[in-house]
């Protein structure tokens, strides 16, 4: 069993992140399982978003405590949370900055990508430039990252579950792909 | 051909009530109400059902509104969750006094205060005794087929009782899992087509509803009410039976699943999403020679003294696990049924309670663990550290 954890806030798409990615890796014929937990349902407060990836039904329905990867769609709530808490060594951790990852203060021993996804949303006017909504174009990059999942399902699990400018998000999570695939082959 | 999708538990319901197609559904369009009555929505915006789809001002209007369409002859549904089914209490009683077969899914959250919006039982164990009939979920699958179960149930002409079904909040109701929705043709037959016994249109058969009743019957009334409250129990049964067979599942639909206690010595007695990860810590000490058993109660109201006694009886310790308080009472409601249960049965195991979960607090596996822990040396010991205990509390 595959796990993550996604850290965001209220209003970035976290929770909905943690769908799609759901949604796409069952249409590759997995098991998934998603859910967040929710502070106070209201813009900015942090939210946690768990999802579980398994070749068999998943019984288990706790919280995840030892994700083998982590996504940070906010930057800022590395600062005020052991986010790496549980995190398995060797874990990815994909963070949404515009920063290299030797400026985000994260301990080594975990392999740390980092994807401009707030600059891929704004360019596809995702939200709003100081809040852009960075949820489908990291999971554009946690595709190429990590391998768990195929673009092409990504695409396919926006196109089916989000309602408002679908094409857009799915031309974000493409181009946050792409820019990985430059990324990580430097 | 069955669907596999990739559903959240208020997603599956929806799909439940598509199947359903009620005549009539009314809600309350914001919070607490939730994402099921949005998916639901859509389908009515789609065209893909032919239900009315009514929004009123609050909860109480919507059950008021489930209930006066119900008595007109049309099948009608509502859903609520949390302080939603708290303002809905007067007309739940009126509904079950009416004996209209609603049928309401329930997102199990807590009640206010403090404000809290994430899972547990205190807001239908609040309403347990509405004359509703009660019957929980573990995942997103069961709180579907629940759902399409418990039309048959309430319609049942011996038992006309409203049910509601319930699903964990957020772990079941947000949360994404593989659900296998029915074919709908065969969905369809199965629920069948609503033929109202008596309804307020048929000016051939006047009825009267929402009659007074002072001392002269009201008692009666009640006590009528709670005989066919009763029948259903054979019903539920029967609806399972029936039901496992036409979809061919190889799921439990009786009172509660008994897992792993045909030998079992130790036991969890537990409800809702729980249920899942209780089933792995089982696993976990009988791959250590531990003889741990579990029994996930489906059905709250009715209640089943006599089967889940007779399943008991044998364990030399059981743990009652309860989302919920019972201020005052003996530990949580779950508990005080249970104990009461083994009033008069010889041997009957030693028993504890564990109140835990309340407002969304997480339960992980070493929290189950040391439920087992603590039974096996409260039989070394001849009793219990704390007969009502809590899990996971901050000291």
């Known amino acids: ?186 | 051909m069955p669907q596999i999708l990739a559903l959240t538990g208020n997603e599956a319901v929806a799909y439940a009530m598509k199947q359903i197609n009620p005549d009539v559904v009314a809600a309350y369009p914001i919070t607490p109400q939730t994402s099921m009555m949005q998916k639901f929505a859509d389908f009515v915006a789609g065209g893909e059902v032919d239900s009315e789809m009514v929004l009123v001002e609050s909860e109480h209007s919507a059950m008021s509104a489930t209930l006066g369409a119900q008595a007109a002859g049309a099948r009608s549904m509502t859903a609520t969750s949390a302080c939603g089914l708290a303002l809905m209490f007067e007309i739940l009683y009126i509904a079950s006094s009416y004996r209209l077969p609603i049928v309401m899914p329930v997102v199990n959250r807590a009640l206010s205060g403090p404000i809290n919006i994430q899972g547990d039982h205190s807001d239908t164990m609040g309403v347990r005794d509405a004359g509703w009939i009660h019957i929980f979920s573990e995942n997103a699958q069961e709180a579907y087929e629940n759902t399409l179960q418990a039309i048959r149930i309430a319609e049942h002409p011996e038992v006309l009782t409203p049910v509601m079904v319930t699903l964990d909040g957020f772990i079941i109701s947000h949360g994404v899992e593989t659900v296998t929705i029915f074919d709908d043709d065969k969905a369809k037959k199965f629920v069948g087509e609503y033929k109202p016994r008596y309804t307020l249109l048929d000016t051939k058969k006047p009825l009267t509803l929402g009659a007074l009743n002072f001392s002269d019957f009201y008692f009666e009334h009640k006590a009528t009410q709670l005989e066919a409250f009763n029948k259903s129990a054979g019903v539920i049964l029967d609806v399972g039976r029936e039901f496992k067979k036409t979809f061919n599942s190889t799921e439990c639909y009786e009172f509660f699943e008994a897992y792993k206690m045909d030998d079992a010595e130790f036991a969890v007695v537990v409800l809702g999403s729980t249920a899942g990860s209780v089933r792995m810590v089982v696993d976990d000490l009988r791959s250590r020679g531990v003889a741990a058993g579990m029994i996930k109660l489906r059905v709250f109201r009715p209640f089943p003294h006599e089967e889940l006694a007779k399943a008991l009886k044998g364990l030399k310790a059981c743990a009652v696990m309860d989302r919920s308080i019972a201020y005052g009472g003996d530990g949580g409601p779950v508990h005080i049924e249970v104990r009461s249960a083994l009033y008069g049965i010889h041997p009957a195991p030693m028993m504890c309670n564990y109140i835990y979960g309340l407002g969304g607090k997480p339960i992980e596996p070493e929290h189950i663990l040391s439920v087992f822990d603590d039974l096996k040396e409260a039989v070394v010991k001849k009793s219990f550290k704390r007969r009502v205990g809590y899990l996971n509390l901050k000291e």
């Open chain 1, 1 to 186: 069993m595959i796990e993550l954890r996604f850290h965001s806030r209220g209003g970035q798409g976290g929770v909905i992140a943690g769908k799609l990615l759901a949604v796409a890796i069952f249409k590759e014929g997995k098991f998934v399982q998603t859910f967040p937990t929710f502070g106070v349902e209201r813009r900015g407060a942090p939210v946690m978003t768990f999802v579980r990836i398994s070749d068999r039904p998943i019984r288990l329905r706790t919280q995840v405590y030892s994700p083998d990867h982590l996504v940070i769609l906010d930057p800022s709530l590395i600062q005020f949370y052991d986010v790496t808490l549980g995190l398995k060594d060797g874990g990815t951790i994909l963070v949404n900055t515009d920063k290299d990852p030797s400026e985000l203060n994260l301990p080594d021993r975990y392999r740390i990508v980092c994807v401009n996804a707030a600059h891929i949303a704004i360019q596809h006017k995702l939200g709003s430039i100081t809040q852009p909504i960075v949820n489908t174009a990291v999971l554009g990059a946690l595709a190429r990252v990590t391998g768990l999942v195929k673009i092409e399902s990504v695409v396919a699990a926006v196109k089916e579950e989000v309602p408002f400018k679908t094409e857009a998000n799915a031309a974000a999570a493409v181009d946050a792909y792409n820019s990985m695939r430059e990324l990580v082959l430097a």
